[in-house]
């Protein structure tokens, strides 16, 4: 019978239920649009993005739910099909594809995932390095289900000694509800999140547990996730509304000054779309509009950071802006560009294979294709024996065999495939144990390579740092030097950050920025040209942020040249519109 008006939507939906599968298994996915050269571009080797699709669930088929995602684990694709009324009433079938860095279809179980997505994070860790998943997707799209298969495969790994080497773990357990952190292993109390003198994010209040073995490590997480704030939402009647933080932290008990490795798992609170929310309470719709919110900003942040990554020298020229949202301030070492340590991220988008919840799948999918940054592929530099980031493997290794001592550390064991750049990236405590493991290397010894290697590197920056800003200069033909050896009132210019001698003024209110030189739009009085030279400086005041400094233009001070003490370091950071201290 031929359709004349209208149908309501799950009617045309089981009306053209075989139109629609026969029309999906007819589908030939386009090649990807703006596919760059493989060998120019390529995703960022340190954050992997990827996706599962969960199975229909028993009651959804129940109901009558049509599959409508097609995962290509090979290909690394999704394909997101849409059944659609024509304005004639006809059916039609939008279809299209999304590329990410691993994809995994309802029959692909967790170990599958783990192995893949997973468990090159929780080596790093308890190597000495920081990584972390983010579970990211729909409500009830399986994020809490992959993240508990996660961390229990992973509980295993780490208290079953099979990773080699002593260590301790300890774990704490908070989420994040809007601008308040709450402690899931001590009875949901209230904590704080602040950055220390050192710029470290300490978790002011939250307790630290001390698991002794996989058991008690997965008590833990499971007593963590009772508390765990739930509300009912249109589509999980147990959907999570916060973001929850599970941080897992290695101490090497054979080299405890070393840093600490870090795992974090983070289970995001749901993403809820404006239709799902309309029925929503006032604080509900705010909360949701909270949570979308910080999941915006986190996409910036790890773009911003796999550019970083990608973009190598100029990385100080990115800002990512992690102060923006507390989950990112949390997670400052893992974003920040300053912080030495490399990390390691894994985003896994959780998605529902229902017809009914595709716009909210395509969503998902959307953003972690933008997650997925193409970053240029590096080329290695004009071989310099000077500089270990210009070497390749086999460069690497000769100086490896040449200089390690006596005796000397293998290189097959220490770089068996590793570029200058590549071994200058490894934690600390991953270099040594590779190299202990050439009979007759002390610990000592290791370490004293390790520093020697590292020597070679900071010195090769510092000459490439002088001849850039040598040839700046030349280029530039100003007759102001650049390098900061220069004592900074020979450097004074618009802009500079400087601490004031005037004790009067408190240590808070001491730091001005100098505008222009006092008399720069007029004539000085007579008799004033003998005087001292003196400048027009705004100061700056403490914010209601921690460590945030406002900036005030009015009124400007007049400070005699005398009255500078020394020059004062400060970034702007746009999203939240302060002043921070940052070293030169
Ligand atoms: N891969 C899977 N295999 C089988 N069942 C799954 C899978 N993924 C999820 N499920 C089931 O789907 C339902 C929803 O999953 P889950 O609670 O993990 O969603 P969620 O994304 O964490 O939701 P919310 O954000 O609302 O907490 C659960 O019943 C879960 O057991």
New binding site residues.
Partial sequence: MPQRGPLKLEEFQQQYKQFFLNSIAAFKAPAPKNLKSAKEHHSSEDIRIGA????L?EGEEENGAIASVVAHSDAGSIDVHELRQKVNFKPGINSGSFHLDKVYG?A???EVLYQDLFKPLVKWAWDGGVSTLF?Y?????????????MERLAATELMSGVLGGKRDVYICVFELIGNASYDLLNDHRSISVLEDSFGETQLVGAVEQQPTSAEELLALIEKSMAFRK?AP?V??D????SHAICRIRIVNKEFPDLPDGVLYVV?????EMAGDIKDHSNDRMKETRDINVSLSILKDCIRGRALVDGMGSKKNKAHIPFRSSVLTKVLKNVFDVKSERTSKTAVLA?V?PNLRDISATKNTLRYAELLRVDVPTPKLATFDGNSPRTWNNEKLREWIEKNSGSPSISSSDLAPIETGTQLLRLPKAEFISRCQKTPGITAEHARTFYDKLWKIHIDSRATASRNTDGESQATSGTATPAIPTTPFKERLRPGMFVRLDWSHLGEEHNIAMIMCPEFAFENPPAGQEEKEKSYLCARISPAILHDAYNLNIEPLLTVPLSRMASEVFMEFDSATRYYYHMLP
């Fill in positions: 599962r699709v969960r199975p669930l309802p692909e179980d967790s579970a997707g729909q409500t009830g799209s399986g994020k809490t289900y992959s993240v508990n298969d739930t939402t589509k999980n147990t959907s999570s509304r289970d995001l609170a749901g993403s959780c529902k």
